[in-house]
């Protein structure tokens, strides 16, 4: 019987985004002859696979071929797969996979195995016997895992792109994502009229971000549209998975809700990669390995074994590995996080394995509390486990009642918080935290001084002042001398920035002799940086220098940088003041390099800030404007402004530096300063490297587009329909799409609206 | 091309920690039958690498090596 010719399903929907995905499929099988498409559930490997064999049907004279797996379950039955697909019949007492490749061998066909990994060793052998005996073969493969075969390459199928919340108020740039395009194509089809708008864009990116960029996600959560509202289900996104009930019943049982597509995965995994996805699930943000151990091992998952069973979570696609620079983060997808958590629910180990998370995080706090020379790392941890800590302090207050102990892992995290924020969110924390009802204790003493210490960072004196008056008296109450010193402390820093120097002053000495009874060194840095600094501001510059000199040792012999890194630039602005320039520059880039090596916004903008006087001071006009820039750059980033009393010292060297370039030299060098990175800022500050030259915008002339590939995209840029475009250029409407097909491949790009942002970007030859 | 995918079947059970091992086949031209001889602990890990190479098999029988003295 002869075969169909090469048939691939037609597809009902439209094939949104994946432009750089498909580009790399076909450039893949180009020079390999086994591709596997990996990736977790509902991600759109089978979709993406049929969509690139349509477009490479010309490549292959025999034609493409789909065979599905997934109905099978007998691993005997995967050739007889194939020969059903190719609409053939075998009936030779032969070895099956011998007569299929007699067949196969004169052929220059593409096979498309579908869903390979319940069958993964006999997709495998399949794939390789096929392979040495067909050479002009070539094999697109779909699976949870790489089918493990000699040169195969494996193409990891990553989530849909989904906009930045950043952006979520203008629907023309979250439309640019391919998730929201999806999302809008979708719900249109399930509720007539449905766009993407002003109204509605932060919603849907919400949505999509909170599914993850999950194309089946998505498409169940489009389908709901036609009942609900995007409020309604943003509101039932906290239980997803039976919240996105059924979408295509004409489709695969393991497509119609999102659960049944994730039972599929977890049904072929061992029990240990069962138990350990369950207890990854605590984790939310990712994780790294250090951790899995902390938190997930025992006796059933020992420590020794456990690398393996991530890497094969990661192998099945249930686990994703995280690029990075310095360390290697792993991470389950939401979707993935909470079909873990269901199962964990199920064993009965959350509050174990929650309790345990917990327990780790109140580690890394602590750490970050020490005030030692492992600060800035320990710093840089917490950054990464945010996501932890907030799940952490939110299963502390809320399911367990602990506020206390919430309280105190805010406490220990203050400088953190102070330095790299996000300071609303810790606000909002510990507010809850801090409401729950509850005596004196030191935890509340201590949540109280934090509280007092975020509000003044944020410049609300009065509120600062009221929390940290409550804690000192809580703090004396309960005889916690440590809070007490730290609540006199902040009380002195607000009469400081308040200019009530009197009063600093004399608080400033209490907290000394504190200080001196407790014998707490960090508390002692911090007083006497402060005492430093304001008597730079009273003019005193001797004893300003010979405090700050103290608190640098104190500092030095403790190994903790936050406070020596303000001793140092407070150190910087007296030698300037006194008029040595070149000791000013070294304190100054000594506090830069500090500033930087902890993550500090306003403190490295005002040290900055400081070099840029300093530079003014040498005549180096263009080095200050420079760096003026950088730091209202830095400022406007965190947001923060500089404190008015060094309001005096900015104007007189914008007025030196302007005076020296002039009007349009001093704003091209503020520019040029305003357009740098923090890393190019602290570089240029502590004069390591070169400036870099500015970028400049591609030139529509110079363009990699042809001729008419760009008449073709001007006309698109202007609303042009490709009837339109054709009839205008005297084209065949074919030939307009071909063109876009081309230049969306050449730029990288998924859409014609991003087309049309390119053209409108770029400027004309 | 079966003996090889035998082999590649038996490699790829055996990294699942069920150790087999394809040794050798016999062709009995007479009888066009195939004689295939495995090293394993069990019949059923036999099994389980010839429906993984998708090669029709009629029994699995345990045999015993005897060497020529």
């Not at chain 1, 740039?173 to 109204?199: K, N, Q, T, Y």
């Not at chain 1, 599914?211 to 995007?230: C, F, K, N, Q, Y």
């Not at chain 1, 800035?376 to 009642?401: C, I, M, P, S, T």
């Amino acid at each position: 019987m002869k075969p169909r010719p090469g048939t691939l399903p037609a597809e009902l929907t439209s094939f949104v985004g994946r432009r750089r995905e498909l580009g790399e499929i076909k450039q893949q099988l180009a020079v390999t002859r086994l591709l596997t498409l990996t990736g977790g559930a509902g991600i759109g490997k089978t979709r993406l696979a049929l969509r690139a064999a349509a477009e490479m049907l010309r490549a292959f004279p025999d034609g493409a071929w789909l065979v599905e797996l997934a109905p099978l379950q007998d691993p005997a039955l995967v050739t007889q797969a194939v020969f059903a697909a190719l609409g053939l019949q075998d009936q030779s007492q032969s070895w099956p996979i011998s007569t299929l490749t007699d067949y196969l061998a004169p052929r220059r066909l593409l096979l498309v195995l579908d869903n390979c990994e319940h069958l993964l060793d006999a997709s495998a052998v399949f794939a390789g016997t096929v392979l040495r005996a067909c050479p002009q073969v070539r094999i697109l493969a779909t699976s949870r895992q790489a089918l493990g075969v000699a040169g195969e390459v494996r193409l990891p199928v990553p989530p849909l792109s989904v906009p930045q919340l950043e952006e979520a108020d203008f629907p023309e740039r979250v439309l640019c994502s391919d998730s929201v395009a999806l999302f809008e194509e979708r719900a249109a089809s399930a509720f007539p009229g449905f766009r993407v708008d002003g109204g509605n864009s932060v919603a849907v990116t919400r949505l999509c971000q909170g599914l993850d960029g999950i194309p089946l996600a998505l498409e169940l959560a489009a389908v709901r549209m036609a009942t609900d509202s995007i409020t309604q289900l943003l509101e039932g996104l906290g239980d997803r998975l039976p919240a996105l009930g059924h979408g295509d019943r004409s489709g695969a049982p393991r497509h119609q809700t999102l659960g049944a597509a994730i039972d599929w995965s977890y049904n072929l995994l061992t029990a240990e990669e069962r138990l350990l996805w369950a207890r990854l699930s605590a984790f939310a943000g990712g994780f790294e390995l250090d951790a899995a151990h902390q938190v997930c091992a025992d006796a059933v998952l020992p420590t020794s074994g456990l690398g393996e069973v991530v890497a094969g979570l990661i192998e099945k696609s249930i686990v994703v590995r995280e690029p990075g620079r310095d360390r290697v983060r792993y991470r389950l997808l939401e979707t993935m996080r909470q079909y873990g958590r269901e199962r964990l629910r199920q064993r009965a180990e959350e509050t174990a394995i929650r309790g345990r998370h917990c327990g780790w995080v109140i580690q890394l706090a602590a750490a970050a509390a020490r005030p030692d020379a492992g600060q800035a790392a320990a710093f840089d941890r917490v950054q990464r486990e945010l996501g932890n800590v907030w799940a952490a302090l939110d299963f502390l207050g809320k399911e367990l009642g602990q506020a206390e102990r919430g309280l105190k892992l805010m406490y220990d995290l203050a400088v953190y918080w102070v330095v790299r924020g996000p300071l609303g969110d810790a606000q909002r924390v510990l507010a809850s935290l801090l409401e729950t009802d509850g005596g004196d204790s030191v935890a509340r003493a201590k949540g109280l001084c934090v509280a007092g210490q975020l509000a003044r960072t944020r410049r609300d004196e009065q509120t600062a002042r009221s929390l940290l008056e409550k804690s000192l008296r809580m703090g004396r109450r309960v005889g916690s001398a440590e809070v007490t010193g730290w609540s006199l402390y902040y009380l002195a820093v607000i009469a400081w920035v308040l200019h009530e120097i009197p009063q600093a002053i004399e608080l400033a000495d209490r907290v000394l002799a504190y200080c001196d009874a407790m014998d707490h060194a960090q508390l002692r840095a911090a007083t006497l940086t402060m005492l430093a600094s304001l008597r730079v501001q009273q003019g005193d510059h001797a004893q300003a220098l010979a405090l700050g000199a103290e608190a640098v040792n104190v500092s030095e012999r403790l190994g903790e940088i936050y406070f020596r890194s303000f001793a140092l630039w407070v150190i910087a602005v007296g030698r300037l003041r006194v008029g040595e320039l070149d000791a000013a520059e070294s304190f100054g880039r000594r506090a830069v390099a500090l500033k930087d090596q902890l993550g500090a916004g306003e403190g490295l903008a005002m040290t900055l800030e400081t070099l840029a006087w300093i530079a003014a001071a040498r005549g180096d006009a263009e080095r200050a404007a420079r760096l003026l820039g950088a730091a209202d750059s830095v400022f406007h980033a965190i947001p923060a402004t500089m404190l008015p009393m060094w309001q005096p010292s900015h104007n007189d060297c914008a007025a030196r530096a302007r005076g020296r370039l002039g009007e349009r030299g001093f704003l091209t060098a503020i520019d040029r300063g305003r357009g740098m990175t923090k890393d190019e800022a602290v570089a240029d500050a502590l004069q390591r490297t070169p400036l870099p030259l500015a970028k400049a915008a591609p030139r529509l002339g110079t363009s990699p587009l042809t001729r008419r590939e760009l008449q073709v995209a001007r006309l698109i840029a202007e609303g042009a329909a490709n009837r339109q475009i054709a009839a205008q250029l005297f084209i065949s409407e074919r030939t307009v799409e071909t063109h876009v097909t081309n230049m969306l491949n050449k730029l990288n790009l998924s859409s014609r609206v991003q087309l049309a942002r390119w053209v409108a970007d770029a400027p004309s030859a | 091309m079966l003996q090889a995918a035998l082999a590649d079947a038996s490699r790829r059970l055996t990294t699942r920690g069920e150790v087999v091992r394809y040794l050798r086949s016999t062709y009995l031209p007479e009888q066009d039958r195939v004689l295939c001889l495995f090293e394993a602990c069990s019949a059923e890990a036999v099994r389980v690498v010839n429906e993984t190479a998708q090669a029709p098999y009629r029994s699995i029988v345990a045999a015993v090596e005897r060497p020529a003295p």
